[in-house]
């Protein structure tokens, strides 16, 4: 079954600071691609990159960075110097062989001044 | 350029009555989907569209119908709206260049209560 977990419910930190979202997916299909959105708290849904899995390069856009690692089904999203303007819930999602997306609960980052 | 527009933004049913839900884009993409965010959950999609004409079913579509009314609409109808609806639904849309899909983006969203 095609599944997206993200085990960290809630992490808070103070700013500044480097933080790790984990996102661990299951998949049977051999092709399949995963994304990552942020939910500030205004609720709307703001996409941040998406991955193909035959492509196993490391991305960095100024102070996002994503790990992505085939070997352990995982697709880890650091901040760097996280600011308070991070705060959000931040979902990793899978797209399935059908082409629908499948979410991972969500992760509440909270940055605290 | 608008994105992608929901209407309502807010909307208060009693169970049984019925409901439609308005999502417009304005990207010129052939794709566009309907989910609910229920608290501490991701999003489940309900309706999809692949292309102008055609519908499909996600993961919850029980209690939904959905019409493509051209490429620029999807709209979502609650026939006899259940408390077990009450959500937030987000319409999205997406392009397509085959073989690759590619990131959907997402309207402000509607909350739903049905008491």
């Known amino acids: 079954a095609q599944k997206v977990t993200q085990a960290q419910t809630e992490i808070s930190v103070v700013e500044k600071e480097d933080v790790t979202l984990d996102c661990v997916y299951e998949?049977?299909?051999?092709?399949?691609?995963l994304f990552w959105y942020k939910q500030p708290p205004s609720g709307e849904l703001v996409f941040l990159i998406r991955?193909?899995?035959?492509d196993e390069q490391n991305e960095i856009s100024g102070r996002y960075s994503w790990n992505f690692q085939k070997s352990t089904s995982s697709f880890n999203f650091t901040i760097t110097a996280s600011q308070v303007v991070d705060s959000a819930v931040y979902f990793c999602?899978?797209?399935?062989?059908?082409?629908?997306?499948?979410w991972g609960a969500g992760t509440k980052l909270i940055i605290k001044p | 350029n608008a994105g992608v527009t929901q209407t309502p933004k807010f909307q208060v049913l009693k169970t049984g009555q019925s409901m439609t839900l308005q999502c417009a884009q304005d990207?010129?993409?052939?794709?566009m989907y309907w989910y609910r965010q229920d608290p501490g959950m991701g999003l489940r999609l309900i309706y999809y569209?692949?292309?102008?004409?055609?519908?499909d079913k996600g993961e919850v579509p029980n209690g939904y119908n959905v019409s493509r009314l051209n490429k620029r609409e999807f709209s979502l109808r609650l026939e006899s709206a259940a408390p077990s609806q009450t959500s937030v639904y987000f319409c999205?849309?997406?392009?397509?260049?085959?073989?690759?899909?590619?990131?959907?983006?997402f309207g402000p969203g509607t909350r739903l209560t049905v008491t």
């Open positions: 998949t049977r299909d051999t092709t399949y691609y």
């Open positions: 990207m010129n993409h052939n794709s």
């Open positions: 569209s692949a292309s102008e004409g055609t519908t």
């Open positions: 999205a849309s997406s392009e397509w260049v085959s073989p690759f899909p590619y990131e959907q983006y």
């Open positions: 991955r193909n899995s035959f």
């Open positions: 999602a899978l797209m399935d062989s059908n082409y629908q997306l499948i």
